[in-house]
């Protein structure tokens, strides 16, 4: 079973880079222009910047150009929105809805470290 997982190991960590970034550009999408049942904010604030950051950087990582700095930036804003949105309501993740900023912080911690793959515009590692 390993030796299996293992082959198709390169396949599909791309496909979580490939679907971390396009989901993460959605919620970029959703800030600067209003689409996919958002409303969008100035570009000029706090919000419009991350919105920024996660539609290119979203999308840097999802076709694996500069993936180890754009997911590196794209953990900081995550990180960073998880304590300036959700943890002074409660400790505990799932009760303050920080639970996705958490994930997308980790998620793209590791591709930051790991690279962009195999199947990338600049495969990494």
């Given at each position: 079973?390993q030796k299996v997982?293992?082959r198709?190991e ?5 496909l979580l880079?490939i679907?971390a970034?396009?989901?993460f550009?959605q919620?970029?999408a959703q800030?600067?222009?209003?689409a996919?049942g958002?409303?969008a ?10 919105g920024?950051i ?6 840097l990582?999802?076709?694996g150009l500069?993936t180890?700095?754009?997911a590196?930036i ?5 990180a ?7 943890a002074h309501?409660?400790f505990?993740p799932?009760?303050?809805r920080?639970e ?6 980790f998620v793209?911690l590791y ?11 600049q495969?990494?590692r």
């Amino acid at each position: 079973m390993q030796k299996v997982l293992a082959r198709a190991e390169p396949v599909l960590y791309s496909l979580l880079r490939i679907v971390a970034g396009l989901l993460f550009a959605q919620h970029g999408a959703q800030k600067l222009f209003g689409a996919l049942g958002g409303n969008a904010v100035p570009l000029a604030s706090l919000s419009g910047l991350a919105g920024l950051i996660e539609l290119v950087g979203g999308l840097l990582i999802a076709i694996g150009l500069f993936t180890p700095i754009a997911a590196f930036i794209a953990s900081g804003e995550m990180a960073a929105a998880y304590f300036m949105m959700h943890a002074h309501q409660s400790f505990w993740p799932i009760m303050n809805r920080g639970e996705l900023a958490v994930l997308y912080c980790f998620v793209f911690l590791y591709i930051a470290f790991r690279g962009a793959g195999r199947y990338a515009v600049q495969p990494g590692r």
